[in-house]
């Protein structure tokens, strides 16, 4: 198990440093210092070994929510903020790592990020939208079904970002988004103001944007 980590790391690695497509399994063994059958008995092929890199990844986000999710005495919008996966040490990785799919135009990854952050990301902003219901900063009568709208709503405006958005822009989709979160959470004008008043970033953004 820990030289199939040490392949997912030193890929991972390789990949940023130089793109999927210009990576080659003799790179990843050549930086490893190991025979190439080795690789060949953890992953059948490049691609595999893509896949667990994502899992590895999205597994980690996931404990980092399960222990935002788990602090006490928060609030809803605090534990909001604790979500944010720039407030964690995987933040950095994560928007590289989408990037890079981003570049390759891999969508078969881009729904699998989708799918398994969509299983952790959901039942969590459910649970912080009823505490907001309970708290009285937020107004909805179906928290389950709100999640879900609140999130594909951070994911449509997120598709509409050019790759290279001017500051502008951003404003513009950051004030799009912080007005309708507000609606759809039926929150007061500016109660979101902390939360969203910034540039797209991390996965739970951009897990939902491509």
């Known amino acids: 198990m820990v030289r199939k ?5 030193v890929a991972e690695e390789l990949f940023l440093e130089t793109g999927f497509e210009n990576t080659s399994i003799d790179d ?27 899992e590895r990844l999205l597994d980690e986000i996931k404990s980092s929510i399960e222990l935002a999710m788990e602090k006490k005495g928060l609030t809803a919008i605090e534990r909001f903020k604790e979500l944010t996966p720039s407030n ?64 594909t709503m951070l994911g449509s405006v997120g598709k509409s970002a ?7 822009q951003l404003l513009q989709m950051n004030a799009a988004r912080l007005e309708l979160s507000e609606r759809m959470l039926g929150a007061k004008p500016g109660t979101l103001d902390e939360l969203l008043r910034r540039p797209f970033s991390g996965v739970s953004d951009k897990a939902c944007q491509r």
């Open 28 to 54: 990843i063994v050549k930086r490893m210092d190991v025979a190439k059958g080795l690789f060949y008995h953890y992953f059948d092929t490049k691609e595999d070994l893509l896949t667990a890199i994502v």
């Open 162 to 168: 050019p790759n290279e958005p001017t500051p502008e």
């Open 5 to 9: 980590n040490e392949f997912i790391t």
């Open 88 to 151: 964690s040490g995987i933040s950095d990785r994560s928007k590289m790592i989408v990037s890079l799919f981003h570049k390759e135009r891999n969508q078969a990854f881009h729904h699998l990020v989708e799918e398994r952050a969509s299983e952790f990301l959901i039942p969590a902003v459910e649970r912080i939208i009823r505490q907001g219901v309970d708290e009285g900063i937020f107004q909805t009568k179906y928290p389950r079904e709100t999640a879900i709208a609140w999130m």
